[in-house]
């Protein structure tokens, strides 16, 4: 298993859609940071690189293609952001060892922070724009 999957309080969303074969988080889309003081918590929204083999039907039917996670980080102790940018493609890195630990990597997005938990608010789909 995946550390990322490890270090969060409630795999199952993800486990549900992408059964033993659980993406990484190389190449990701941050799409939200959003910072709360009461927790305090960072709620982050982005886009996974790899769609499941087997979606749910109605992810298949409707033609949606990108898959789209929130999650929680409470408690967080401490946070960087060095650097955004609208190309917010990066390597998101999440790991468990007493506190949670999260970080991203690339030329164009840089953060990095501790937090107690980390929680999946919510999995969705979308259809990528083709236009």
Known sequence: MLDWIAALSN?????????????????????????????PVLRLRFDLAEFPVNPPVKWRRDGLDVVQVEISFGGVRAISVDQFSTDSICDLKIRKDGLIAFSSESDSVHFEGLAETATILRISAYAMDRA
């Open 11 to 39: 795999p199952q969303p993800i486990l549900a859609v992408y059964g033993e074969a659980v993406p990484t988080l190389d190449d990701v889309r941050i799409e939200e940071l959003c910072l709360s003081v009461n927790g």
